[in-house]
């Protein structure tokens, strides 16, 4: 049967989990095949060119473009079906194969996260509308630069954590993120944060502030329990405990009861600003971006995930 929503154009990411997607890829077209689908494979190890494929494929008249690969895959590709706040394509799809390491994004819709699973409920005609964040911060060269997210972001330690983790050796494959983790840890000073969410204000020593659209990040830990990436808001959580608590929380993180906590101050708006006392380090769904200061926003339903 084929989709309702045309031709699939899958994007694959080379870089994913040390290039494992790729041999992943066999079973991806098996469960293709299986469905009776069509569709056309891609293939990129850069952000910007999967994010100008993604926009190609949708100025070309396709409507259906798959990610295939990490939470990075998926922002880089959201970059590409978005442009000013719009859909670049009206009633534009959007597929995600969790491959390689595994992708966090699909884990709030309760979507597989295997590769094969997941490229069989790509058939069907089943979508659900989603909210996507965007992101105002400072560049390296201290201009304003934005980006597109639907995920989760941090700013401070956590950002700084994702820093060290992608400067590390590739080779060490998921123990960047561990080394990364903990070198930060002993290192990192806690400063000033400042947080506003609407009429709401944090103000006070913190470690890090996350900023979120869906629940999970971080390889299945389920930092904002109470974000719905549909009711046009943002979950802001200002971490302002000890260091330790980046490793004691863990277990309650993984378990998604962690809240409420004395140590976690939550705020929640359709714009959320966050700045320091310095200029404080920025990730969003894996990607390290610039500093703070930065302003968080929502942008309403523009795309839908097949589910």
């Known amino acids: 049967m084929a989709s309702p929503f045309g031709r699939l154009v899958v ?24 469905k009776s689908l069509e569709y056309r494979i891609e293939e990129s190890a850069r952000s910007a060119d999967l994010t100008h494929r993604a926009r190609a494929a949708l100025e070309a008249g396709d409507r259906f473009v798959v990610a295939v690969g990490d939470d990075r895959t998926v922002a880089d590709i959201v970059n ?5 706040d719009r859909p670049v394509a009206d009633e534009a799809v959007l597929g995600v194969v969790a ?26 005609d089943k979508v659900v509308p989603f909210d996507v964040a ?19 972001a941090q700013a401070g330690m956590g950002a700084a954590m994702v820093a060290r983790a992608d400067r590390l050796p590739a080779a060490l494959g998921r123990a960047r993120y561990f080394v990364g983790f903990w070198s930060t840890l002993a290192r990192y ?6 947080v506003r969410a609407g009429s709401k204000r944090f103000e006070g020593k913190a470690l890090t502030a996350v900023v979120a659209n869906c629940q999970y990040h971080g390889e299945g830990r389920r930092v904002s329990p109470r974000s719905w990436p549909t009711d046009g808001l943002l979950d802001a959580l200002v971490m302002t405990g000890p260091k330790s608590d980046a490793f004691t929380r863990l277990p309650g993180q993984y378990q998604g009861d962690y809240l409420p906590d004395p140590n976690v101050v939550e705020l929640k708006g359709r714009t959320i600003e966050v700045d320091g006392d310095r200029p404080l380090p920025i990730e969003a769904d894996g990607t ?3 500093t703070t200061p930065a302003t968080f926003g929502v942008v309403r339903l523009p795309l839908r995930l097949k589910v």
């Open 189 to 194: 000073r806690r400063g000033e944060i400042h």
């Open 11 to 34: 994007l694959v990411d080379r870089r994913a989990s040390r290039s494992r997607v790729i041999a992943e890829m066999p079973e991806v077209e098996r469960a293709l095949i299986g």
């Open 288 to 290: 390290v971006l610039g």
């Open 80 to 84: 590409g079906m978005i442009e000013a």
């Open 99 to 124: 491959a390689g390491s595994g992708c966090d994004f699909v884990r709030t819709f309760g979507l597989p996260g295997d590769a094969t699973r997941a490229a069989t409920l790509l058939a069907g």
């Open 134 to 152: 965007k992101v105002e911060y400072t560049g390296a060269d201290g201009t304003r630069v934005s980006r597109y997210f639907p995920g989760v």
